[in-house]
C-alpha cells in the first residue's frame, strides 16, 4: 500500500476547487500577481478577469523594469526618460486590459484601488473616467483614488452598491453636482477641491447611512458661505477624523471616536453633547487651544473613557511640558510620555483640572 501511494501521481486540489473560491483566494493576492496566474491554463486565464479585488499602484519614484526587476534610477535622465515612457505605458495597458476587457463585463468587482503618483506625468481624463466609470458598471461597493489634480466624472457620486469612497487629491467640479449613496458607510476625503461648500454640504447629506468621516484639507474653489450646512446631520455617524472648521460639530454629536486636526487656529463654539462619545483625540499643530477650551470640551462628553493630547511641534502649553498625554479616565489613569523627564508639579496642575472637571479622587491617578 504504502509504495502504491509513493508512486501515485500528485493530486491538484486546487483546480477542484469552485472558480468563486478560487476567485476569493486571488483577491488576497497583490493584483499583479493574480493576474499572472492566468499562464496556467485557459481556465485560469478567464477566471483573472473576474477577480473581485483590482489594486493598482504607480509612484514614479519606485519605477520598476519588469522583465528584471530593477529599479530605475531617477538620477539617471537618459535612462528614466526612456523607461519611464515605457512603464506608464505598460501601467496603462495593465488597468485597461484588466477594467476595460469585454471579457471582463458584467464582472463584479468589491474593491477597486487606483494610485498614481507621479511628478512629470498624468494620466489623461478621458482614460482615466473610462476606468471609474467601468467598475461603476460592474457594481464596485469600494473606491479608493489617489490622483494629482484630476477631475473626477460627477457620475461617479451616483451609487447604489458604493459602501466605501476614498478620494485623495483630486477635484470635484460641476455645475449641478448631482449626490446618491444610500448604501455609503465609509467616506474618506483627503485633499479633494470642490467647487464650493454647498457641493461638500450635498455629499455629506446624500450619505444616510453613514458611519465612518475622514475630511483633510477639504479646499473650495469659491469661499461662499452655506446656510444650509448648518442643517446637516449624521445620524448614524460612529467614527469622525475632522479639521475643526471641516464639519459643524452639531451634525456630528453621536459618535462615539472623534479625532480633531488642529493644523490652523480655530476656537471651540457651538459645541454640543455628545452624549456617546467615548473616545476623543485632539491634535494641535505649533498651537494649543488652552486648558479652559479642553476642559469645556470634556465636559460635554460624559462617557468619555480615553481622551488623546498631542502637539507636534513644541510643547502642549506653557504650564505643561509633555509632548503628548494619554488619559483613560475609565480607570482615571493618566500616562505622561517624553523623552526627558517629566515635570511633575506641571502635571499636577493638569491633574488639577482634570480632577475638578471630573470630580475625581487623587487616588486613582497614576503618574
Known amino acids: 500500500m504504502s509504495s502504491e501511494t509513493d508512486n501515485s501521481a500528485p493530486i491538484d ?5 469552485p472558480d468563486e473560491l478560487i476567485c476569493h483566494i486571488l483577491s488576497f493576492l497583490p493584483t499583479r500577481q493574480a493576474f499572472a496566474t492566468k499562464r496556467l491554463s485557459k481556465r485560469w486565464a478567464l477566471l483573472c478577469y473576474s477577480l473581485s479585488v483590482l489594486s493598482f499602484l504607480f509612484d514614479d519614484g519606485t519605477v520598476q523594469d519588469d522583465d528584471d526587476g530593477t529599479i530605475l534610477d531617477d538620477d539617471d535622465e537618459t535612462v528614466l526618460d526612456d523607461d519611464y515612457s515605457i512603464a506608464i505605458y505598460w501601467f496603462c495597458h495593465f488597468v485597461d486590459t484588466l477594467v476595460l476587457s469585454p471579457s471582463a463585463i458584467n464582472k463584479s468587482i468589491n474593491t477597486f484601488s487606483l494610485t498614481f503618483i507621479s511628478r512629470s506625468y498624468d494620466v489623461d ?18 473606491f479608493h483614488l489617489f490622483m494629482n489634480n484630476v477631475t473626477l466624472n460627477p457620475t461617479i457620486f451616483t451609487s447604489q452598491t458604493l459602501v466605501v469612497l476614498k478620494l485623495e487629491r483630486l477635484k470635484v467640479e460641476a455645475e449641478t453636482l448631482i449626490v446618491d449613496f444610500p448604501s455609503l458607510k465609509t467616506l474618506h476625503l483627503r485633499f479633494v477641491r470642490f467647487q ?4 461638500f454640504m450635498k455629499l455629506l447629506n446624500a450619505c444616510p447611512i453613514l458611519e465612518d468621516l475622514h475630511t483633510s484639507h477639504p479646499r473650495y ?3 461662499n458661505e452655506v446656510e444650509e450646512f448648518k442643517t446637516l446631520f449624521l445620524s448614524k455617524l460612529v467614527r469622525a477624523d475632522i479639521g475643526p472648521i471641516d464639519v459643524p460639530f452639531n451634525a456630528i454629536s453621536k ?9 490652523q ?15 476623543i483625540e485632539l491634535l494641535f499643530y505649533h498651537f494649543f487651544l488652552g486648558w479652559d477650551s479642553v476642559i469645556e470640551l470634556l465636559q460635554l462628553c460624559p462617557k468619555l473613557q480615553i481622551l488623546y493630547l498631542k502637539k507636534v511641534c513644541g510643547l502642549i502649553c506653557s504650564s ?7 488619559y483613560i479616565l475609565m480607570n482615571v489613569i493618566l500616562c505622561p510620555f517624553d523623552s526627558g523627564v517629566p515635570d511633575y508639579p506641571k502635571i499636577g496642575k493638569a491633574q488639577f483640572h482634570l480632577l475638578n472637571a471630573f470630580r475625581l479622587t487623587s487616588d486613582h491617578v497614576l503618574f
Open 255 to 263: 459618535v462615539e471616536f472623534l479625532r480633531i486636526d488642529y493644523e
Open 125 to 142: 481624463n478621458q482614460r482615466f473616467h473610462a476606468w471609474v466609470e467601468a467598475a461603476k458598471q460592474r457594481h464596485v461597493k469600494e
Open 221 to 223: 474653489v469659491e469661499n
Open 13 to 17: 486540489r486546487i483546480s477542484n476547487l
Open 265 to 279: 487656529k480655530a476656537t471651540l463654539t457651538s459645541i454640543p453633547v455628545f452624549r456617546n462619545l467615548i473616545h
Open 196 to 199: 464650493n461648500k454647498n457641493d
Open 320 to 326: 505643561f511640558t509633555c509632548s503628548f498625554l494619554i
